[in-house]
């Protein structure tokens, strides 16, 4: 959690609710509801929860995501990115939700990092 917050890229929110999924998995590994997969990240469906993928479509994708906004005010963001115009587009795209927090945009909620998808 120290990282995530020392990134000042987070907004307590996301830092939140980041320690509240690893207490969760934690808790469930110990009673073992779940089981570990070496190799695998949570929730052990085989993709990353940065980005919901497995794989990239392309070379240097990061260079033609697309971000487009849902709403946007002073203090609040809500927007999906896509890996812009590639067939993996068609039917993805990955929310975010971001916060002014002391004049500095911060990540407030990542989809990947949906509690109840990470946590079942």
Request: negative net charge; aromatic residues 14%.
């Amino acid at each position: 959690m120290d990282k995530l917050t020392a990134t000042r890229m987070f907004d307590k929110e996301f830092v939140d609710n980041y320690r509240k999924i690893v207490q969760t998995l934690d808790k469930k590994i110990k009673n073992k509801e779940i089981e570990i997969i070496d190799g695998e990240m949570p929730p052990y469906a085989e993709s990353d929860p940065w980005c919901n993928c497995q794989d990239i479509p392309y070379d240097n994708p990061w260079d033609k995501i697309e971000i487009k906004f849902a709403s946007i005010d002073k203090e609040n963001a809500t927007l999906t990115w896509t890996w812009g115009e590639s067939d993996w587009s068609k039917d993805f795209n990955y929310k975010v939700r971001a916060k002014k927090v002391n004049g500095t945009w911060k990540i407030a909620y990542l989809q990947g990092f949906d509690f109840n998808e990470m946590t079942k």
